[in-house]
Nanobody, 123 residues
Framework: QLQLVESGGDLVQPGGSLRLSCAAPGFTLDYYAIGWFRQAPGKEREGVSCISSSGASTNYLDSVKGRFTISRDNAKKTVYLQMNSLKPEDTAVYYC????????????????WGQGTQVTVSS
């Protein structure tokens, strides 16, 4: 069974940057669409970004457009979320999720989920 592992979360000051990684040890993510989601305390989980299995299609939450970039390196079996110009409202647990040979979607219909990585933006 595919197990996803996120990494890269940290405490960062407003305006700073982080790069999150999503990997599946022992598996290749080549044929999976990958989504990044986040959940802040007391809020619903929301889709942040997604990338199709080919990498040709991406999508972003409006509030992160121009600041976040999703990419995939199939040779390294990893999907990244580069987060720049971070704001306190970006504070959340970030999750990656995978769907087999699927379109990039921003809703929760993903088969596999990671355990999450904490991102805190604070001065």
């Amino acid at each position: 069974q595919l197990q996803l592992v996120e990494s890269g979360g940290d405490l960062v000051q407003p305006g700073g940057s982080l790069r999150l990684s999503c990997a599946a040890p022992g598996f290749t993510l080549d044929y999976y669409a990958i989504g990044w989601f986040r959940q802040a305390p007391g809020k619903e989980r929301e889709g942040v970004s997604c990338i199709s299995s080919s990498g040709a299609s991406t999508n972003y939450l409006d509030s992160v457009k121009g600041r976040f970039t999703i990419s995939r390196d199939n040779a390294k079996k990893t999907v990244y979320l580069q987060m720049n110009s971070l704001k306190p409202e970006d504070t959340a647990v970030y999750y990656c999720a995978a769907r087999w040979k699927a379109m990039c979607i921003m809703t929760n219909e993903y088969t596999y989920w990671g355990q999450g990585t904490q991102v805190t933006v604070s001065s």
